[in-house]
């Protein structure tokens, strides 16, 4: 059984900084790519950023030069690194494993980006 967990989200002034992380169990996590992707109040989920299972990593161009995706094998674990937030920044925040298509999916994590 798959099992995604992410955790760091919470509230933070413009300009600050987050990290989140997300635990992956039931699967080797290892040969899998990874993807952080949000979904604001209405609006559709997005892609936020992605890593390959060698390390290749994409960005949003809307995250670019903020936001910075990695992971740690070992720990079963990838991040997301997000600074200089902006208010636009505000959703909640899902970990994927296997793409958009295989369902697998974590609980999310709220990020509020407000002064």
């Known amino acids: 059984q798959v099992q995604l967990v992410e955790s760091g989200g919470g509230l933070v002034q413009p300009g600050g900084s987050l990290r989140l992380s997300c635990v992956a169990s039931g699967i080797f996590f290892k040969i899998y790519d990874m993807g952080w992707y949000r979904q604001a109040p209405g609006k559709q989920r997005e892609l936020v950023a992605g890593?390959?299972?060698?390390?290749?990593?994409n960005v949003a161009d809307s995250v670019k030069g903020r936001f910075t995706i990695s992971r740690d094998n070992a720990r079963n674990t990838a991040y997301l690194q997000m600074n200089s937030l902006k208010p636009e920044d505000t959703a909640v925040y899902y970990c994927n494993v296997g793409g958009p298509s295989s369902g697998k999916w974590g609980q999310g994590t709220q990020v509020t980006v407000s002064s």
């Open positions: 890593i390959t299972r060698v390390g290749n990593t």
